[in-house]
């Protein structure tokens, strides 16, 4: 096992490109993969929600990973999502699979290890099997809101840690406090936290977070970049303040029928052709719901800023 840390930054939650006849456009992905390392990313999240995780057969997901690992080749490095649950022993088979893409981590979804009424002695009961049976294996979690969140509490972060096999954990508390106890927790292991919510990026950063895997990190890479660069700038306060304030507020239009708005904001504010297709929320997009959408990276390019994909047009 490596004792190496994953690197702080931003984190893409990589969104799968669709044809029109919902086949993956692995053109498009591989494209993405580029966009993301030129632009700064630490590191990319395959197979995750946003990647449309639970609308992707398993062979499309041992697919997906592959290429995303293939098409990094090292640049930066890819944790890969299994959502996969069933027995302890099922669960850590699933792992070892997705282990043999070339993913520098796995990482559980912590709402699929055990069903939801089940006690978290359970729960570190499953994860102590996969660690058990996947020796070698760097893990990571991942608390995803579908089927259902399941947030560890402060002790099970803290067991996770003491494994040292955990390297990656993108938190979806939504609280710094939460955050900042969890963070204090991982002192002197190889876990680090990642939070999904660009609202408080700015103050976990300074709790000790390692940076942020969410909408952001798809849509701004080189903005996230800088910003967490130089969140402890005093010379450059006002522009992170400002920067801050700017993808906390674009984070709302994009929520809106999220994965294809992103797809959407990219194809018009990017190098990036994304179709606006997803599985997941199938449904079209139309005119009144992409305006906004588009004038959203018409404004950021618009705007005087230190970085920014969309503001340079790449």
Same mark, same amino acid.
């Given at each position: ?185 991982? &002192?002197?292991?190889? =876990?680090?936290?990642?939070? +999904?919510? %660009?609202? #408080? $990026?700015?103050?976990?950063?300074? *709790?000790? !977070? @390692? ?77 009144? &719901?992409?305006?906004? =959408?588009?004038?959203?990276? +018409?404004? %950021?390019? #618009? $705007?005087?800023?230190?970085?920014? *994909?969309? !503001? @340079?047009?790449?």
């Amino acid at each position: 096992m490596s004792a190496a840390l994953l690197p702080r930054g931003g984190w893409p939650v990589m969104l799968t490109p669709f044809r029109e006849d919902r086949s993956i456009d692995w053109e498009a992905l591989d494209a993405s993969v580029d966009w993301y390392v030129e632009l700064g990313s630490a590191g990319l999240f395959a197979v995750a929600l946003s990647s449309e995780m639970y609308d992707l057969s398993a062979e499309e997901r041992d697919l997906l990973a592959r290429r995303v690992v293939e098409r990094a080749a090292g640049r930066i490095p890819v944790v890969v999502g299994s959502p996969v649950g069933g027995s302890a022993e099922a669960q850590a088979d699933a792992v070892a699979a997705v282990a043999g893409t070339g993913a520098d981590a796995v990482v559980l979804i912590s709402s699929q290890l055990t069903p939801l009424d089940a006690p978290e002695r359970d729960w570190l009961s499953v994860v102590d099997t996969i660690v058990d049976r996947n020796p070698g294996v760097d893990l990571g979690v991942y608390e995803c809101p579908l089927p259902f969140k399941r947030l560890p509490s402060l002790d099970a972060v803290r067991a996770l840690a003491e494994t040292g096999a955990f390297t990656f954990y993108k938190d979806t508390s939504h609280s710094v406090p939460v955050m900042t106890e969890r963070i204090r927790a991982m &002192e002197g292991s190889r =876990l680090r936290l990642y939070n +999904a919510a %660009i609202g #408080s $990026l700015t103050p976990s950063l300074r *709790a000790g !977070a @390692a940076g942020l895997s969410g909408y952001a990190a798809n849509l701004y890479p080189d903005l996230l970049d800088w910003l967490i660069r130089h969140v402890d700038d005093a010379e450059r306060a006002d522009a992170v303040t400002a920067i801050q304030r700017l993808l906390t507020i674009a984070e709302h239009a994009v929520n809106l029928r999220y994965p294809t708005s992103a797809k959407v904001l990219l194809r018009h504010g990017s190098r990036l052709r994304f179709a606006p297709i997803s599985r997941w929320k199938p449904e079209a997009i139309g005119p009144h &719901e992409s305006l906004p =959408l588009e004038e959203l990276a +018409a404004y %950021i390019r #618009s $705007l005087d800023l230190p970085a920014g *994909a969309l !503001a @340079a047009g790449r």
